[in-house]
């Protein structure tokens, strides 16, 4: 008798089986997946330009209403404008702004929002070239102990920011020229000339992230020629109260916006104390304490201080007058552009130098 062997082994089958579907499952969420990402990048490229041009409606749309705010050589710009987010003066709400709004402008395909800031609500660095040198480093003097910055590095700092932003190629008593960076690796020039950016200051002798960011610092700290830091090495940094960025701009007429400066930028312009600083702050924010309201009282004039801030010396009112305005000739724009789930942020820097004319100096997206 012929016995016959069934091998028989459907575990191993299924197995094979089981595992050709999932690689096959694999590749085809793989090349899914490719294919969307592929789909999205397209849809992106394809709608660049009508983002670029959405960003562009926003900074002319920003420079239609710095256009129709104030006006003139004797404008009082103030935290109470439309620009600034205020409710307006009432020039500005009986004219062509009246029912305008910053937030959730539709402009089709898409729809933008914008935020203007005055740069001379801070000071201006490049201002520092100007002064004679014992006005300029009390100024300085006074912006780094605001900051916090260590008292055996003031000296060190002020003079370096002098140097770089002077013409010559003499360093000051604790100061850096030429001579210097070119030591560093990487070697560089100074600049000997305007700041054209802020950060710019990060390539100066004694400047740290810490002090350019301030509270910010560790959520910046990967600046141009910097290394790398841990999060660890973020949270051990130096805590300083108040950053470059806060008190400092690379534009600017020159004399600080008493109508939108923060107390503390006019505490180390003007040299007062916090009381007097908040003083001003009092001052042009009206009965209810806020500003960017109704109620608000700008200054008209410099002069209009020593009537106005309890505090400060009538006397020194004539001095304070090259320090300070009522004025601002320089606005940064963020445009958030969103078109469907696509979004871009666009940075425009406008000039208003005088009359109802605003320039473009500077246009950029990220």
């Known amino acids: 008798m012929i016995v016959r062997a069934h091998h028989r082994r459907p575990g191993f089958v299924l197995i ?38 959405l960003g562009r409606s926003g900074v002319e749309y920003a420079k239609f209403i710095l256009a129709n705010t104030g006006g003139g050589n004797q404008a009082v710009h103030s935290l109470r404008q439309i620009w600034a987010g205020g409710p307006g003066d009432p020039g500005e ?32 660095i490049n201002t520092l070239a100007r002064m004679p040198e014992v006005m300029r480093r009390e ?24 140097d770089w932003v002077d013409r010559d190629d003499l360093p000051g008593l604790s100061g850096a020229e030429s001579d210097f960076y070119l030591t560093l690796e ?21 400047v740290t992230p810490g002090m350019y960011w301030g509270p910010r610092a560790q959520w910046h700290t ?16 130096p805590a300083y109260t108040a950053g470059f960025v806060d008190l400092f701009a690379a534009f600017g007429s020159g004399r600080v916006n008493i109508n939108t400066a923060p107390p503390e930028v006019i505490r180390f312009v003007l040299g007062v104390d916090d009381a007097i600083a908040e003083n001003f702050r009092r001052a042009r924010a009206g009965f ?22 309890p505090g400060i010396n009538p006397a ?7 320090l300070i305005g009522v004025q601002s000739t ?20 406008l000039a208003r130098p005088g009359g109802r004319e605003v320039q473009t100096l500077q246009f950029s997206w990220r």
């Not at 020194?316 to 090259?322: E, K």
């Open 16 to 53: 094979i089986v089981l595992v050709i579907v999932t690689v096959l499952g694999l590749l085809a969420g793989s090349f899914a997946l490719s294919m969307r990402v592929e789909a999205r990048l397209a849809g992106n490229s394809s709608m660049e330009s009508e983002m670029e041009w």
């Open 93 to 124: 709400t009986n004219g062509p702004l009246a029912g305008i709004s910053l937030k959730g402008v539709e402009c089709p395909p898409g729809v933008f929002s914008i935020t203007i800031t005055d740069l001379d609500r801070r000071f201006n």
């Open 139 to 162: 100024i300085m003097d006074r912006a780094l102990t605001l900051m916090g910055v260590s008292g055996t590095d003031i000296a060190t700092i002020a003079d370096s920011i002098g």
């Open 186 to 206: 990487p070697a560089y020039l100074a600049k000997n000339g305007p700041i054209d950016d802020l950060a710019e200051l990060l390539l100066v002798q004694g």
């Open 222 to 237: 990967d600046q141009l020629f910097r290394p790398r830091r841990s999060r660890r090495d973020r949270e051990d940094l």
């Open 288 to 309: 209810d304490g806020v500003e960017g309201t109704e109620d608000d009282t700008p200054f008209p004039s410099p002069g209009a201080v020593a009537g106005m801030v």
């Open 316 to 322: 020194a009112a004539g001095v304070l007058g090259t």
């Open 330 to 349: 320089v606005f940064e724009v963020v445009v958030d552009a969103q078109i469907g789930n696509y979004r871009r942020q666009f940075t425009a820097l």
